[in-house]
C-alpha cells in the first residue's frame, strides 16, 4: 500500500506537457508495476530505499537518487521491507521530450542520478499538486515547475550502478515484445527472434521476469492500455488496437476482469469527472 497525492492530465500534442505529478509515501514492500507509459517519466527518492527493475536489469536504490523510465518500457519498483522508500515524479511528453532527456544525459541505458537538492525538487511537484486546475495559468505554472526541476536534473551526478539478473536474451525479447505489442505476439515467435527453442526460452524469460512470456506479454498489453486511458484522448477502439488487441471488446473485458470497471470508467475516475 502507498499514501498518494497524484494527477494525471491528458496530453496536449504540444512542444512539451505536463502528463503526471505526484509524492508518495510507500508501505514495506509495495510494489508498482509490472507496467507501462506512454510519457517520459522521473522519480526522485526523498527517503528510504528501494529497488526499481527495467529489461531485466535491477537497480538499488536509496534517498538522493533519481530515475528516469522512458516510453513504453515495462518497468517494476518496489519499496524495502525495513526502509520504505517516499518520492515524488512527474511525467511528460511532446515533440521537446526526448531531446531534453536526452540533453539531461539521462536515457534507459542509463537512467540513474544523483542530487542533492532535495527541497527544490520536492517543492517543484509541491507546486504542481496546488496548481492542478485546467486553467492556462495552472498550465503554465506547471510548465515552469517543471524546467525548474529539469534544471536540477541538469546539475545533479550521472551514475552507473552495477546491475544484476540481466540476461541478453530475455532483454532482447523484451525489446522485441515492446516494440510489437500492436501485433498479434506468440511465444514462438518471440524466442525464434532470439534464436531460440520455445521450451528453453520460457524457462529463461520466466526464470528472469517472474512470468511466463504470454503472462508478459498480456500484462504490458493491460498497463499500456491504463496510462494511455490516463495521459491521452485516444479513444477506447484505438488504444485497443494499438496495444494489440483484436477487438475493442478484448481490451473492455480484460480491463474490466482486473478493475473492476470498464476503460471508459476508469478514464473518467481517474480525470475527476465522476
Given at each position: 500500500?502507498?499514501?498518494?497525492?497524484?494527477?494525471?492530465i491528458?496530453?496536449?500534442?504540444?512542444?512539451?506537457?505536463?502528463n503526471?505529478?505526484g509524492?508518495?509515501v510507500t508501505?514495506?514492500?509495495?510494489?508498482?508495476?509490472?507496467?507501462v507509459?506512454?510519457?517520459?517519466?522521473?522519480?526522485?527518492i526523498?527517503?528510504g530505499k528501494?529497488?526499481?527493475?527495467?529489461?531485466?536489469?535491477?537497480?538499488?536504490?536509496?534517498?538522493?537518487?533519481?530515475?528516469?523510465?522512458?516510453?513504453?518500457?515495462?518497468?517494476?519498483?518496489?519499496?524495502?521491507r525495513?526502509?520504505?522508500?517516499?518520492?515524488?515524479?512527474?511525467?511528460?511528453?511532446?515533440?521537446d521530450?526526448e531531446r531534453?532527456?536526452s540533453?539531461?544525459?539521462?536515457?534507459?541505458?542509463?537512467?540513474?542520478?544523483?542530487s542533492?537538492?532535495?527541497?527544490?525538487?520536492?517543492?517543484?511537484?509541491?507546486?504542481?499538486?496546488?496548481?492542478?486546475?485546467?486553467s492556462?495559468?495552472?498550465?503554465?505554472?506547471?510548465?515552469?515547475?517543471?524546467?525548474?526541476?529539469f534544471?536540477?536534473?541538469?546539475?545533479?551526478d550521472?551514475?552507473?550502478l552495477?546491475c544484476?539478473?540481466?540476461?541478453?536474451?530475455v532483454?532482447q525479447?523484451?525489446?522485441?515484445?515492446r516494440?510489437?505489442?500492436?501485433?498479434?505476439?506468440?511465444?514462438?515467435?518471440v524466442?525464434?527472434?532470439?534464436g531460440?527453442?520455445r521450451s528453453?526460452f520460457?524457462?529463461?524469460?520466466?526464470?528472469?521476469?517472474?512470468?511466463s512470456p504470454?503472462k508478459?506479454?498480456?500484462?504490458?498489453?493491460?498497463?499500456?492500455?491504463?496510462?494511455?486511458?490516463?495521459?491521452?484522448?485516444l479513444?477506447?477502439?484505438?488504444?485497443a488496437?494499438?496495444?494489440?488487441?483484436q477487438?475493442?471488446?478484448?481490451?473492455?473485458?480484460?480491463f474490466?476482469?482486473?478493475?473492476?470497471?470498464?476503460?471508459?470508467a476508469?478514464?473518467r475516475?481517474?480525470?475527476?469527472?465522476?
Amino acid at each position: 500500500m502507498e499514501q498518494s497525492f497524484s494527477v494525471n492530465i491528458p496530453g496536449g500534442g504540444r512542444q512539451l506537457s505536463v502528463n503526471a505529478f505526484g509524492h508518495s509515501v510507500t508501505m514495506p514492500c509495495h510494489k508498482y508495476g509490472p507496467a507501462v507509459r506512454p510519457y517520459y517519466l522521473i522519480h526522485y527518492i526523498l527517503e528510504g530505499k528501494g529497488e526499481f527493475v527495467v529489461d531485466g536489469i535491477d537497480y538499488k536504490l536509496s534517498a538522493g537518487k533519481g530515475f528516469l523510465i522512458e516510453p513504453d518500457y515495462q518497468t517494476i519498483y518496489t519499496a524495502d521491507r525495513e526502509e520504505p522508500w517516499t518520492y515524488v515524479w512527474i511525467g511528460f511528453s511532446g515533440a521537446d521530450a526526448e531531446r531534453i532527456v536526452s540533453s539531461l544525459g539521462l536515457s534507459q541505458e542509463h537512467p540513474i542520478f544523483s542530487s542533492g537538492e532535495k527541497e527544490i525538487l520536492e517543492s517543484c511537484v509541491a507546486g504542481m499538486l496546488s496548481h492542478d486546475g485546467r486553467s492556462t495559468a495552472d498550465a503554465l505554472y506547471r510548465l515552469a515547475m517543471l524546467y525548474l526541476f529539469f534544471n536540477t536534473v541538469a546539475e545533479a551526478d550521472r551514475e552507473e550502478l552495477p546491475c544484476r539478473d540481466e540476461n541478453p536474451y530475455v532483454s532482447q525479447a523484451i525489446a522485441y515484445i515492446r516494440n510489437h505489442i500492436e501485433e498479434p505476439l506468440r511465444t514462438e515467435a518471440v524466442a525464434g527472434h532470439v534464436g531460440l527453442n520455445r521450451s528453453y526460452f520460457s524457462t529463461l524469460f520466466k526464470r528472469y521476469t517472474g512470468l511466463s512470456p504470454l503472462k508478459y506479454i498480456q500484462k504490458f498489453r493491460l498497463t499500456k492500455a491504463q496510462h494511455l486511458l490516463e495521459s491521452s484522448r485516444l479513444s477506447v477502439s484505438a488504444i485497443a488496437y494499438s496495444c494489440g488487441y483484436q477487438q475493442p471488446e478484448s481490451l473492455i473485458k480484460i480491463f474490466h476482469q482486473h478493475y473492476g470497471m470498464s476503460p471508459a470508467a476508469y478514464r473518467r475516475k481517474m480525470l475527476g469527472l465522476y
